[in-house]
């Protein structure tokens, strides 16, 4: 139905399912570290307005983990369907990931079950929150088991190539290879840096249509708050993936700085046009800054793209992504470094003014986007290959000529589950309003200010 070929279109559906997939899974990996931390603080001051956050907040997770498991299991389907070569010569070696990561989402289902339904059947509150601790673990371990099978397919290590098949497959070297600490402590870090920001733009909005109430106050405290220090740490962290990057993938460092000769003392490249002879204009040049990420050292010798040919330099766009998903983090450590600040700030910006509700307004979709577009440079800057260095994606992908057909079908689906999960969050909140279900509860307004 489409003109294209099977590898593009098996490329473009399988962007597209973890495009939709990401923000689903990012929300049901970060959101239960935010809902136990909310409840914790109400059991520990017997505050009911955090216990009331972690009530209501619990309601619209279960809504995103139930689209989350429809979108990752498309996943599953599509790794046979679109990449059967691929399965079929490294399918040993992520099998142990595959199977891991059943096992944590069965915990998390399961431990989120009884918590949902066990509010208030405990004598002492910890009792319920310990149950979020195995909902909480359940989910970064899934998103450490699929985040170690991206890492393999960076640094494929643990096993033989023999015949164009891998063996002698050690499972836990593949797993635990050179890319699975920064990867798996950089996707944890966004993960609850996006929903901290989903949850604050929430009670921004709240604010902003006129709602000072405590309860959101309270919740723009606690999410904030997290927001900054989860955001501080998505930066370290991402200090060290430069590091690795010049290491074990120079070829994707180079591209993403358009660091095309080997020096020392190489600068940073910020912004700028690429022109078809090379000649790099309007760019921001960072004196040293390149070498001392590679290297924390301004003599650090930075490899270029000249040493790597042609047919195996990934795309040099993903400067774009990268300089973008920068920006983005430093805009979401001043938002909410602003907030914090905020009683010392003069004039408009004390207290809740208009202009720092709109920008926490935009911590959420910020993140979602930085989300987005670190996943595009991590896949991106691995081409051509689907596991670098032994298989290229064109090699990897089906020839089946329906792909275009599966594309067009589950373009449908995603509408649906996204169009369907807007709606039904929607109503859910908007079914019973925070101040009748505090009048239910007995939380007076000014109870615990």
């Known amino acids: 139905m489409l003109s294209m070929d099977p590898v593009t279109l098996s490329r473009i559906l399988t962007g597209l399912t973890l495009f939709v997939h990401i923000g689903f899974a990012s929300v049901g990996v970060g959101m239960p570290l935010i809902i136990a931390l909310a409840e914790w603080r109400g059991v520990r001051r017997n505050d009911p307005h955090y216990s009331l956050l972690a009530r209501r907040w619990a309601r619209g997770f279960v809504i995103s983990v139930a689209v989350g498991v429809v979108t990752g299991t498309a996943i599953g389907l599509q790794l046979s369907l679109l990449w059967p070569t691929f399965m079929r010569v490294a399918g040993r070696a992520i099998a142990l990931p595959l199977f891991m990561e059943t096992f944590a989402f069965f915990i998390e289902a399961i431990f989120l079950g009884i918590?949902?339904?066990?509010?208030?059947?405990?004598?002492?509150?910890?009792?319920?929150?310990?149950?979020?601790?195995?909902?909480?673990?359940?989910?970064?371990?899934?998103?450490?088991?699929?985040?170690?099978l991206n890492a393999f397919m960076n640094t494929p290590q643990g096993f033989t190539l023999k015949n164009g098949v891998f063996t002698d497959v050690q499972p836990l070297v593949a797993m635990f290879n050179p890319a699975t600490p920064t990867k798996v402590s950089h996707v944890l870090a966004s993960s609850y840096t996006f929903s901290a920001g989903v949850l604050a733009g929430i009670a921004a909005y709240s604010m902003l249509k006129g709602r000072r109430d405590v309860y959101f106050k309270k919740a723009l405290k606690l999410t904030v708050t997290a927001a900054f220090v989860f955001a501080l740490s998505t930066a370290v962290i991402g200090d060290f993936s430069g590091k690795f990057l010049a290491q074990y993938q120079p070829e994707k460092l180079a591209a993403a700085e358009w660091h095309f000769e080997t020096m020392e003392r190489a600068p940073l490249i910020y912004g700028g046009v690429l022109k078809e002879d090379g000649e790099i204009k309007y760019a921001i040049r960072i004196p040293y800054a390149l070498s001392i990420l590679a290297g924390n050292s301004p003599n650090t010798r930075v490899v270029g793209l000249e040493e790597f040919p042609k047919d195996e330099r990934p795309p040099l766009l993903i400067h774009y992504m990268f300089d973008l998903k920068v920006t983005i983090g430093?805009?979401?450590?001043?938002?909410?470094?602003?907030?914090?600040?905020?009683?010392?700030?003069?004039?408009?910006?004390?207290?809740?003014?208009?202009?720092?509700l709109l920008g926490i307004l935009a911590l959420g979709p910020l993140a979602w986007v930085a989300i987005e577009l670190g996943w595009l440079f991590a896949e991106f800057g691995r081409q051509p290959w689907i596991v670098r260095g032994y298989m290229k994606v064109s090699e990897a992908a089906t020839t089946s000529p329906h792909v275009g057909s599966m594309l067009i079908l589950f373009v449908i689906l995603y509408l649906v589950l996204c169009i369907s999960c807007i709606f039904v969050l929607a109503r859910l909140f908007r079914g019973k309003d925070v101040a009748e279900e505090m009048r239910e509860r007995g939380i007076m307004e000014g109870e615990r200010k």
């Open 115 to 148: 918590y949902l339904y066990t509010w208030e059947r405990f004598r002492k509150p910890m009792l319920h929150l310990l149950l979020l601790i195995p909902v909480a673990i359940g989910s970064s371990a899934s998103a450490f088991f699929i985040t170690t």
């Open 330 to 356: 430093v805009l979401l450590l001043l938002i909410s470094f602003l907030y914090l600040v905020r009683r010392w700030l003069p004039g408009k910006f004390k207290g809740y003014s208009k202009s720092l």
